[in-house]
């Protein structure tokens, strides 16, 4: 969260807040209605085993990257965003797994 606040004149910074159906980590709106909102969902997992081979490593990541972008549609974490004015246009979801310290990020970006 600390590593936010150099954005703070820009935007609403928010931590595990109720919105929609459940709590997102952070959600990030901007006081600028015109620009994108952002729901960021955080799971952690083991680093990579030293026997484990980096497909399974990998798939591993992608598995949790996945549920982490499922529980932000499902729980409608954006939902405060809407209420705050921001199109469903600029509205991006940002999975992000920590394996270990090591993080790994995906973009969704919602279409329509």
Known sequence: MGLLAIIGDNYLIKSNKESGEGRYDIMLIPHDKSKNGIVIEIKQIDKQHKKEKND????RINEQIKIATNQIDRNKYYKELIDSKI??????KI???FAGKEPYITLIEEKN
């Open 95 to 97: 999975p992000i797994v």
């Open 56 to 59: 399974d490593f990998n798939k």
């Open 87 to 92: 199109s469903e246009a600029n509205i991006i």
